[in-house]
């Protein structure tokens, strides 16, 4: 999960040249030019990964100014119940039902980004979920796009739950020099 908070007052967006050719194209109400400022939010990254045998690699990071200010990185072992009950919220069958999407990680304002990716019989699925206050729909057409992009949001606050529950909140041996890895699992287990 990844919380975008913005510092201080004013916009995120900022206007910058355009590559030739390409000024005044305009994707989701927002001009090719207009650039979103990463440097004018708070982000704070939590992560697991969780492997089938129990494993898991936690890490949490905060960045602000765009560089990373706090990082930690945690590793244990769930329970067979702990583990079960995560397997039990995973195979809901509406979460289970929903389509991959790949939305895009970043908005440009205050919100949440969830994105769940979960070994299936079939494949992969990958989930993301982004959660915004509410703004005046008809004052921007992302908006009602950005609203959408939380209706599943029911689904994933029990995992999110979980996670911090039996990951966050034990956090388990922290890794005293381990660099952070954006929580891609390895090919073998920590």
């Known amino acids: 999960m990844d919380r975008y908070e913005l510092k201080g007052g004013g916009t995120a967006i900022s206007s910058v040249s355009a590559a030739k050719g390409t000024t005044g194209q305009s994707v989701g109400g ?3 030019s207009d650039a979103v400022d990463l ?3 708070k982000i704070t990254r939590t992560c697991a990964v969780v492997y089938e045998s129990g494993r898991y690699r936690f890490e949490r990071s905060a960045r602000e100014s765009g560089v990373v200010v706090k990082s930690e990185i945690y590793r244990d072992t769930l329970d067979k119940a702990q ?3 995560l397997r039990e919220l995973l195979d809901n069958p509406k979460l289970a039902a929903l389509p991959s999407n790949g939305a895009t990680a970043f908005f440009g304002r205050d919100g949440e980004f969830t994105s769940l990716t979960i070994p299936r019989d079939k494949g992969v699925q990958a989930v993301n979920v982004a959660t915004f206050a509410p703004r005046n729909a008809s004052a921007d057409l992302r908006e009602a796009t950005y609203q959408a992009l939380g209706a599943n949001a029911g689904l994933t606050n029990p995992i999110r ?25 390895s090919s073998q287990q920590e």
């Open 83 to 85: 583990l079960a009950g």
């Open 30 to 32: 927002m001009t090719n």
């Open 39 to 41: 440097s004018a939010f």
């Open 161 to 185: 739950k979980w996670v911090k529950q039996n990951v966050e909140d034990r956090k388990g041996e922290q890794l005293k020099d381990g660099p952070l890895n954006a929580c891609i699992p």
